[in-house]
């Protein structure tokens, strides 16, 4: 299967693609309460916040990238590149911004 070069372009693309991901999932909470001051149950309650943004966004990217497909069949992927770049704002803002000074509902906003 890696023999065929759109294959392999494939796998080469979206392998470090998960690197990111991977990483807020397994350090997020860690890195809110150690580095950030927040308490443990907050970090893990704007974890679960990010869950439940990542729940809505997959269905409704669903139901629009159907809507878009339906107008043209390129705009579905011209949609999930887009959507990548733009949900590395929020994480950045989270990651610098949350703190344990911070009322919880800024980090429910920005996941």
């Known amino acids: 299967l890696l023999s065929t070069p759109t294959v392999a372009l494939i796998m080469m ?23 950030r001051g927040m308490t443990v ?16 966004g997959m269905v409704l990217g669903g139901l629009f990238g ?12 011209l949609l999930a590149g887009t959507m990548p770049m733009i949900s590395c704002f929020p994480v950045w803002i989270l990651i610098n911004t949350m703190d344990g000074n911070q009322d919880i509902t800024w980090g429910f906003f920005v996941s």
């Open 41 to 56: 149950e907050g970090a893990t309650t704007v974890f679960l916040a990010i869950g439940f943004g990542v729940f809505i």
């Open 13 to 35: 693309q979206g392998l470090p693609g998960c690197v990111p991901f991977g990483i807020i999932n397994t350090y997020l909470s860690d890195y809110l309460s150690s580095d």
């Open 66 to 77: 159907s809507c878009l497909y339906e107008k043209n069949t390129r705009y579905p992927s």
